[in-house]
């Protein structure tokens, strides 16, 4: 397997498990900075390698007065503060090819949505930069394809690969995870992610916003770490009702900790 870096941190097989985490989308510098902190003050209890997530524009909302974030040029400016005074790397989506230069000055984990990861210039454009990419399978998409989407990432020179689960559309707004999918992808050669908070996402299901069934979280990420990953994604919020997107399938902060401790007592077992 590639052992790929982030920051300061390894990732892959035989390296610590690591935690990418925040809230769904920026909410403002102050609130996505909280959270941050929260989340690494437990990271740090737990000696997991922490990295902050937050997207600075979510594109594929259900609606089109839904909250998007602050933009490309203000939520940049905000992750970066933020790496800054926590001291960690930081991962976003990108969602275009004109984005990608101005996020890989700032992100350390470029980020390929699901539904864009058959998109051949977008990834091939991050992947091109030398920062690491973490591609998410799309819905929609056999996790032995992914080999293709890997060989458009590796054409651009990079070996710096991560690819994430996040669930398969099953019928109308339903998602199911295959856990067959994370040993499927990982014999591509590259550390895998479980993407425990989007799996339990219903898209549309609120009509004009997604539902979700964040209750199942902890049931999901104990089993990908039951199968075997390098890394966990995690969208966390200190009040998902308040949350500006994706509450429904979030983590509550205060139940942040006894997860990561049943992951992590899974995770030490399966790699003895």
């Given at each position: ?5 982030v ?7 035989g390296?610590?498990l ?6 769904c ?6 609130r996505?900075?909280?959270i941050?902190?929260?989340v690494k ?8 390698p ?19 974030g602050p933009?490309l040029?203000?939520?940049l400016?905000?992750?970066a ?12 989506d ?5 984005q ?12 390929i949505?699901?539904f864009l990861c058959?998109?051949t210039?977008?990834?091939y454009e991050?992947?091109k930069?030398g ?13 032995w ?23 398969a ?10 856990m067959?999918s ?9 550390p ?9 996402q219903i ?6 916003t ?15 770490a ?8 995690l969208?966390v919020?200190d009040?998902p009702?308040?949350?500006?997107s ?9 139940m ?5 401790r ?11």
């Amino acid at each position: 397997m590639n052992i790929v870096k982030v920051g300061n941190y390894e990732v892959g097989q035989g390296k610590p498990l690591l935690l990418m985490a925040g809230p769904c989308v920026l909410e403002g510098y102050e609130r996505s900075l909280a959270i941050g902190r929260a989340v690494k003050e437990i990271a740090d209890r737990l000696g997991i390698p922490y990295v902050f997530k937050a997207s600075y524009d979510k594109a594929n909302r259900s609606s089109y007065n839904s909250f998007r974030g602050p933009g490309l040029e203000e939520g940049l400016r905000i992750i970066a503060q933020i790496k800054q005074d926590l001291g960690v790397p930081a991962v976003s989506d990108i969602h275009e090819c004109c984005q990608v230069e101005k996020a890989a000055e700032v992100l350390d984990i470029l980020q390929i949505p699901a539904f864009l990861c058959r998109q051949t210039d977008l990834v091939y454009e991050a992947a091109k930069t030398g920062r690491t990419v973490n591609i998410k399978k799309g819905q929609f998409l056999a996790p032995w394809d992914m080999k293709n989407v890997v060989a458009k990432a590796e054409e651009a020179g990079s070996r710096s690969i991560m690819l994430t689960e996040r669930g398969a559309s099953f019928g109308y707004n339903a998602l199911v995870t295959d856990m067959r999918s994370l040993p499927i992808m990982r014999e591509l050669g590259y550390p895998v992610v479980m993407d425990a908070t989007h799996s339990v996402q219903i898209p549309g299901g609120q009509g004009t916003t997604s539902g979700g069934q964040s209750k199942f979280v902890p049931h999901m990420a104990r089993a990908a770490a039951a199968v075997g990953i390098d890394a966990l994604f995690l969208e966390v919020h200190d009040n998902p009702a308040e949350a500006l997107s994706d509450g429904p399938n979030m983590v509550p902060i205060e139940m942040l900790e006894p997860l990561l401790r049943d992951v992590l007592a899974i995770d030490r077992l399966v790699r003895k």
